[in-house]
């Protein structure tokens, strides 16, 4: 076992996965659980002491060490070559990879590997890596799916009072819980046949105002900010004009419980992106 109860592995942004707990690499050391915010402060009146206005987190490369014990020196070969691989594919891409505890993923890039082998043992290595985040947020994503014949939570927590529930047609509640203390992004997906589809979560009023044919789907992504559709073709179209212009797009859902009730006539998916600055220790 490696120094974290649970397992870690990174995957690329085509999908490619390395495991980092597991023969014949196993994660020895790192900064993963590291944190440090930045602090902006005002000096309170008559200079005694100071006050909060904000806190950021902030983007610092991360280190992490691999051991790497292979059974010959070919098969260590084989190792590095697949870890290199799949780590530096992201770096041609543009696209940062996630690093995985457990079912938190950190978005980043590794931006350098320093390998120590050995000519007394030469299927045995250690490998530094550093990760630059593409943003300082660990992130655990549960996914909500309403359809017209209910809703559910089809990732995550289960609810098992009563939740999900519907209430008349094409008028889908349940209740999302963010358990992070910060609010969360959203990723909506709306899927066609619908006109001018949105929804109502934690006091916000979302929504996108086109017309959706069935196969075709449209996406209001807070965490990128972006909203557009995907046509039965497979080609995509800004729509950022076409959002409801009150100033509720991009609001998050506030950390607790909150209820959404969805306005559509077909299905939507909600996927609630908790942040934290560190991965949750357990996994109750």
């Not at 590291?34 to 909060?52: I, Q």
């Not at 950190?106 to 990760?131: M, N, R």
């Amino acid at each position: 076992m490696g120094v974290l109860p649970y397992k870690v592995h990174y995957e690329n942004s085509r999908g490619e996965t390395v495991r980092l707990d597991e023969p014949p690499l196993l994660l020895k050391e790192g900064e993963l659980f590291n944190v440090r915010w930045r602090l902006s402060t005002a000096r309170r009146p008559m200079g005694e002491g100071e006050r909060l206005l904000y806190g950021r987190r902030q983007c610092e490369e991360r280190t992490v060490t691999v051991a790497v014990a292979a059974g010959s020196t070919e098969q260590l070969a084989a190792v590095l070559e697949r870890l290199n691989a799949v780590m530096e594919y992201d770096l041609h891409s543009g696209r940062a990879g996630r690093l995985w505890v457990g079912e938190q993923y950190l978005s980043c890039w590794c931006t350098a590997s320093t390998k120590k082998l050995s000519c007394d043992f030469p299927s045995i290595a250690e490998v530094q890596l550093k990760l630059y985040p593409e943003s300082p947020a660990w992130c655990t994503e549960r996914v909500y799916r309403f359809t017209t014949g209910g809703s559910e939570e089809v990732s995550g927590h289960k609810y098992p009072c009563g939740y999900p529930r519907r209430y008349g047609t094409g008028n889908r509640e349940l209740v999302m819980n963010n358990r992070s203390v910060a609010p969360a992004p959203m990723r909506i997906v709306f899927y066609g046949a619908a006109v001018n589809p949105r929804l109502l979560a934690g006091g916000s009023d979302i929504g996108i105002n086109i017309s959706l044919d069935e196969g075709e789907y449209a996406v209001i992504d807070q965490l990128a900010r972006e909203v557009y559709m995907v046509d039965r073709a497979g080609v995509r179209t800004n729509c950022f004009d076409k959002r409801r212009k009150n100033g509720m797009t991009f609001n998050n859902v506030p950390s607790g419980s909150s209820t959404v009730q969805v306005v559509s006539g077909g299905r939507v998916d909600i996927t609630l992106v908790e942040q934290r600055s560190e991965p949750r220790w357990t996994t109750a």
